[in-house]
């Protein structure tokens, strides 16, 4: 281990004993003053984005560290200035629930800041034991905070639900790379790659090994039949905890596929490119047919989760780098809108009552046309309604697909997004058209209010400049 190596790790390092920093000064702030937790928390994601960007990797350069267990690339210093970005617009929102739930606690900062040190390392991981390493600290926090109300039943249900499922998914992947390591004879991703290069086809160690990989990838991803634990896990955490598990984890695990199936995995591209076909295919289909049934926004904004998943997985199987750009692109936009779209929920709640029935948004525009505005975007962009920028993701995605030859599973994601289209629709319906139900005033925090309006306008504006953004996902794999 040299100094040099230590500075291709310095955000993580940062990260970690920030982590620890937050965890043991919130010990010494008194409840009235717990607000100096979240400031602490904030400042320390500003510092990560500026390391970040000093340390900014050149395009087409990859460096490995630490024998080879651990990447620096512009693909990875990229999904972790997002990540930064997300999870401050996570704690903003996070703030005002957790003071009108009582659960404004620090344990929330120090888990969502230890969840975040397990994406950046699976984001930089080399090795299959950098990997695991990430994943795991990803899922201990999860499940920690998906608990975080102690008092409610179904959060405690929903907690043991994620994490019987989420050690399930967790001992599915870990034996497909023990049976990789074990035809190889390396843990090392580079090294994996080349030994699928010269190995004999038709090894049934690999082929095993390589089924559980995607397995394990599509449990943690949602994907159809591997989905069951969503729907009930973002419908029984705290709000709060829905909004952090359904937009900063998905970055990780990206991060994770394209990490082990591009650059462990690649030469095996026609074995897992069917795989992920036949996945992209379910969950596109079931998620966007069973979230029209669904009355809870929670349990819909899921199955919409499993529908995008998807499309990402569209990205993913073409195994291209213009394909792993536009999976990137996508979960990326993804992440903003997912975050956006709680947020309104958040905002519609009072006293700790959470605002997650669809009737719960019936005649927002009356109440408060800007916030409508605010979640017509959002629910625009979802739809991939033109001129939004998910418009353009699903554009880049499906030409991926195009390119690899999957002109069906292409025309299925077209007719899947219009029946989308509905349910999100639907929101938009309720609060222009019907009467409200609720005469409790829209109020929250001004700086919940500036960082909303500017999630719901990016919707628009990052569609408009779409061209940047997907330049920047190109940039990462040119």
Known sequence: MSVSELQLALPEIFIAAMACVVLVADL??????????????????????????????????????????????????????????????????????????????????????????GVMIMISAGSLLTVYLGLELLALSSYALVALNRDSASGAEAAMKYFILGSLASGILLFGMSLIYGATGTLALNEISSALGQAASGDALLAFGLVFLVVGIAFKLGAVPFHMWLPDVYQGAPAAVTLLIASLPKLGYLALAIRLLSDGMGPLHADWQMMLAVLAALSMVLGNVVAIAQANIKRMLAYSTISHVGFILLGLLAGTAAGYAAATFYTIVYTL??????????????????????????????????????????????????????????????????????????????????????????????????????????????????????????????????????????????
């Open 28 to 117: 010494f702030v008194t409840e009235s003053r717990r607000g100096l937790t979240h400031t602490l928390a904030l400042m320390v994601l500003a510092f990560a984005v500026i390391i970040t960007l000093r340390m900014m990797t050149p395009a087409g350069e990859a460096v490995l560290a630490f024998s080879d267990t651990f990447v620096r690339d512009r693909f990875g210093d990229i999904v972790k200035l997002f990540a930064y970005l997300v999870l401050m617009g996570v704690f903003v929102y996070s703030k005002h629930f957790l003071r009108m739930a009582g659960l404004f606690k620090g344990e929330f900062y120090s888990l969502s800041l230890f969840a975040l040190l």
């Open 337 to 478: 809108m997912s975050a956006g779209a709680f947020a309104m929920m958040i905002l519609l709640s009072h006293q700790g009552v959470e605002a997650e029935n669809l009737d719960d948004f019936k005649g927002l525009a009356k109440r408060s046309p800007w916030f409508a505005l605010v979640m017509l975007m959002l629910m625009f962009s979802l739809a991939g309604v033109p001129v939004f920028v998910s418009f353009f993701a699903k554009w880049q995605v499906i030409a991926a697909a195009i390119q690899a030859g999957f002109t069906g599973l292409s025309i299925l994601a077209v007719v899947t997004a219009v029946i989308g289209a509905f349910y999100y629709l639907r929101v938009v319906k309720l609060m222009y058209f019907d009467d409200p139900e609720n005469s409790t005033p829209v109020d929250a925090p001004f700086d919940f209010k500036a960082v909303l309006s500017i999630n719901g306008v990016a919707m628009l504006a990052l569609g408009i400049f779409s061209s940047g953004l997907i330049s920047l996902c190109v940039s990462a794999f040119g």
